[in-house]
């Protein structure tokens, strides 16, 4: 290791040890170092969810499922259903999937190499990088984003990211530490998130300031590089169809085990279109007779689209649809329906 990167090295582990972030994931566990499920479960989580988002959500997610073996127990529906409100829902699919193969294969045991590692369903360099390093204290050095930019910036490199991606990773090899691995992976994670901000970085105040190209050429507040084109995302149309009936229950359905939001509850809602002419009348509202009244339009937005979706409601007897599944209206917030579908459900009643 160089001589900057060792200071630089030091410096965090010095301040990591008085400023470190309480996170639940982080108890410590056995030889100083965290739980490796704990570390498991968070890295799924903390993939697109933020980490105050994801800080509550693991406390219960634990309480209900405090081992691996435990939770190699749980079905499909059962953390489709707690994710509500999470998102992504690929990734408790996943979860769960390399939670099942570790059990079987592994004998309970988070794999210590990265081979096994990256063969596990919903895990990239990064995430296997990050549960080796953090969990088992193994030298490696995971990039996300706050890692990211604290290169960019020591270095001055004023491109986009994503030009420069095997630069970073080459740069980020020098700092990895053959001892304190975890420590310092956590320490840069920190202090991205802490010192060297995303838009006011503290730079007064950074102790590795004097090893800062782009402070030095006042470039702190221009790198990293944004990429000036923003993507239009395409719009998709659909109708939903909040059904009630006499006992206060709503119709609902499984959607299709494959594609979005696979298994999870659904109002009734037609095929989404991307053109708004082209919607067809979704097959179990054809049977429907009561006029349904709109509730209007609502807009919902995905990763990579967003819906727009107008929303109509209707009262109707339960004998009229023998075949249909009811959920108490009462219960539909903790049920196993996508964010989205809750949110069609609470504008129809
Ligand atoms: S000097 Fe500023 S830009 Fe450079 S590492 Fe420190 S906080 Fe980040």
């Known amino acids: 290791m160089l001589k900057q990167e060792k200071q630089v090295n030091q410096h965090l582990i010095k301040w990591y040890a008085q400023n470190k972030r309480e996170l639940p994931w982080r108890k410590l566990y056995k030889n100083n170092l965290p739980n490796p499920y704990y570390v498991f479960v968070s890295e799924y989580m903390l993939q697109q969810t933020t980490v105050n988002t994801v800080k509550e959500r693991f406390i219960e997610f634990i309480n209900y499922w405090p081992t691996l073996k435990k939770l190699a127990t749980a079905t499909e529906p059962q953390i489709l259903k707690f994710w509500s409100g999470l998102g992504y829902y690929s990734r408790a699919r996943n979860l769960l999937k390399a939670t099942k193969i570790i059990n079987k294969k592994f004998n309970s045991k988070i794999p210590n190499n990265y081979e096994d590692l990256i063969l596990l369903p919903g895990i990239g360099d990064y995430t296997a990088k990050a549960i080796l390093g953090i969990a088992l204290n193994k030298s490696v050095m995971p990039l996300d984003a706050n890692i990211e930019r604290i290169l960019l910036r020591l270095h001055a490199i004023d491109k986009p990211i994503n030009k420069v991606k095997n630069i970073l990773k080459d740069l ?178």
């Open 172 to 349: 980020g090899n020098k700092f990895i530490s053959d001892k304190y691995s975890s420590n310092l992976i956590q320490s840069f994670m920190d202090y991205g998130s802490e010192i060297c901000l995303p838009r006011n970085p503290k730079c007064d105040i950074c102790g590795i300031n004097i090893f800062c190209q782009s402070y030095k050429k006042n470039l702190q507040l221009k790198i990293p590089i944004k990429l000036k084109k923003k993507t239009i995302k395409p719009i998709k149309y659909t109708r939903a169809y909040v059904i009630v009936n006499e006992k206060n229950e709503i119709l609902v359905r499984n959607r299709s085990s494959k594609g979005m939001l696979a298994s999870m509850l659904e109002v009734p809602n037609d095929v989404w279109v991307k053109n708004k002419k082209s919607l067809i009348t979704d097959q179990d509202m054809q049977q429907i007779t009561t006029k349904l009244k709109s509730k209007g339009s609502f807009e919902y937005s995905f990763s990579h689209f967003d819906l727009e979706a107008e929303i109509f409601y209707g009262n109707v007897k339960k004998a009229k649809f023998l075949n249909g599944n009811w959920i108490k209206k009462s219960a539909y917030s903790n049920s196993r329906m996508p964010t989205v579908m809750k949110k069609i459900v609470e504008l129809a009643v």
